[in-house]
């Protein structure tokens, strides 16, 4: 997945069934990145909490310099080591 960094910011969006436990977690993120912020937000009408609904984690990462980063997500459980996925995001900045 490629994600361009704009305004100093990229936004990763993730798909994944909150309702199930699992969550995706920032397994990688280079030195000079910030991780600024990271929710979840559940498709379907809003204020509707429908079970087993899927959604949108969202991370919000600053990207101070121009240049390309790699950072690695996994999809787990909180109580559990192993990652039932992972993915790999290529964050490209520049400034033109």
Request: proline letters at 5%.
């Amino acid at each position: 997945m490629e994600v361009t960094a704009r305004g100093g910011r990229a936004v990763v969006r993730l798909p994944v069934h909150g309702t199930t436990g699992h969550e995706w977690v920032l397994e990688s993120l280079p030195e000079s990145l910030r991780l600024v912020d990271e929710h979840y937000v559940q498709e379907g009408v809003p204020g509707d909490r429908m079970v087993g609904a899927g959604g949108v984690h969202v991370f919000t990462v600053e990207v101070p310099e121009a240049g390309s980063y790699e950072l690695t997500f996994a999809l787990r459980r909180p109580w559990e080591s192993q990652a039932l996925e992972t993915r790999t995001v290529h964050i490209r900045r520049t400034d033109d």
